[in-house]
């Protein structure tokens, strides 16, 4: 083998692509990665870091989000990034919530999970506002900080899979067995096209079969005035009424139809409501949803209003101060969260068309190499 031979090649350096890459060194294979950008830097180093696995979709979505979060730890210790957060509070101002925390519960996803009164989701989550009527404590979830996370999970697959990184070289062109880029051809048994929300340069034509998008999300780092620390992460009401783990329920209809009513320009915007909590002590706090092919780069001050807005109606933290914005975007489908395409023998493209991809990654990764190379793991 040669610098320009591998067996698998991965385009995208974000974290879909990190997890193909880990599913196929894992069974020996010799992987190169190419990222266009000098680092990795699209949805994945924008995102919460919040690895979620209560509030997904019931099936498919859930079950990757679960055997992620299970690869996600071994990653974790074996990479060295820190856990910052376990676990996740789902704060309830409305009756209508609870009926929905209530259902979920009795659910198969619930398992693990429990309603909390205020006094004891405060021992998670100690400014939590008096509003607060009960809370929804799930277990399952971790959260680490993205922007130092890729980096090091990426540094990992070098170190312990010599796995090559071709940062700086945008793939324009992928056919079997061979990808081109500026630099030159290289050639791989099989290529996984792992684009986030580039789907117009590499097989446009198949992403346009998909129908799809993209998402703009707006994003802020908060100080607190006080120092305070968060347990878990936190969620709130219109997270109840947007996550399709609990929204999908039919107990939620009461619930979405008194948000669309009383939060109607929460709703309108797609905002709900995001907490993690970084080492440092800031919060990172988010987030809105809006769909364009080509959605604007600017920071709307009414929806982060918004998103303040609902803070804090569940959380006491006055005179806490904004200190970072940003806006992230992610490939959307209206009827899909994710997809995997066979575009020609021996490739494949990979796509998650939702806000879960943090999430889900790694049982993505393992999927599609065990669909190339079968099931059996030489790891
Ligand atoms: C603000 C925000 C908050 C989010 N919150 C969460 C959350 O809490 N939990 C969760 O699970 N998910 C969350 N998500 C979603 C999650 O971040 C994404 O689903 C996930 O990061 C997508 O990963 P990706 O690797 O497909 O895309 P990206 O991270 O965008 O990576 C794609 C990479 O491919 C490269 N690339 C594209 N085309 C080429 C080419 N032709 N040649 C070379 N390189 C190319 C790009 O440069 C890029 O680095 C959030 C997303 C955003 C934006």
Redesign the pocket.
């Known amino acids: 083998m040669t610098d320009r031979t591998f067996d698998v090649a991965v385009?995208?350096?974000?974290?879909?692509?990190?997890a193909h890459a880990l599913a196929a060194a894992k069974r020996g294979k010799r992987v190169v990665v190419?990222?266009?950008?000098a680092q990795?830097?699209?949805?994945?180093?924008?995102?919460?870091?919040?690895?979620?696995v209560s509030g997904q979709e019931a099936g498919d979505c859930w079950e990757k989000a679960r055997r992620s979060c299970a690869i996600w730890q071994e990653i974790a210790a074996a990479a060295r990034i820190p856990i910052l957060q376990r676990g996740l509070i789902v704060a309830a101002r409305y009756p209508e919530s609870e009926a929905v925390i209530d259902a979920f519960l009795a659910s198969e996803m619930g398992e693990g999970c429990q309603k909390l009164g205020h006094e004891e989701a405060s021992k998670y989550v100690p400014p939590l506002t008096s509003d607060v009527r009960c809370a929804l404590h799930s277990p399952h979830e971790i959260r680490v900080e993205s922007k130092t996370a890729i980096r090091q999970i990426a540094a990992f697959l070098t170190e312990r899979f010599g796995v090559v990184f071709r940062f700086g070289?945008?793939?324009?062109n992928v056919e079997t067995g061979r990808l081109a880029t500026a630099r030159g051809v290289t050639e791989a048994e099989t290529i996984v096209v792992?684009?986030?929300?580039?789907t117009r340069?590499?097989f446009p034509d198949r992403s346009l079969a998909y129908g799809v998008t993209r998402c703009k999300?707006q994003?802020m780092r908060l100080e607190p005035a006080s120092p305070v620390a968060l347990k878990t992460a936190v969620m709130s009401d219109l997270g109840l009424a947007r996550y399709r783990g609990y929204a999908d329920m039919s107990e939620a209809s009461a619930l979405k139809a008194r948000m669309d009513d009383e939060r109607r320009d929460a709703r309108a915007n797609g905002v709900h409501l995001?907490v993690t909590q970084s080492a440092d002590g800031s919060l990172v706090v988010?987030?809105s949803h809006h769909y364009a092919q080509t959605p604007d780069p600017f920071g709307n001050a009414k929806v982060n209003d918004l998103i303040l807005d609902e803070f804090d109606r569940v959380l006491s933290l006055p005179n806490r101060r904004v200190t970072e914005n940003w806006i992230?975007?992610?490939?959307s489908a209206d009827d899909r969260w994710r997809f995997t395409d066979t575009p020609m023998e021996g490739v494949r493209l990979v796509?998650?068309t939702?806000?879960?991809?943090?999430?889900?990654?790694f049982a993505i990764g393992e999927e599609t190499i065990a669909a190339l190379y079968g099931t059996q793991s030489g790891a």
């Not at 992230?328 to 490939?331: E, F, R, V």
């Open positions: 385009v995208g350096a974000g974290i879909i692509g990190l190419f990222d266009r950008d990795a830097n699209g949805a994945s180093v924008r995102n919460f870091g919040f690895i979620t070289e945008a793939v324009r792992c684009p986030g929300d580039d340069t590499l999300l994003m995001i988010g987030d992230g975007t992610y490939a796509v998650v939702a806000g879960c991809g943090a999430s889900t990654s």
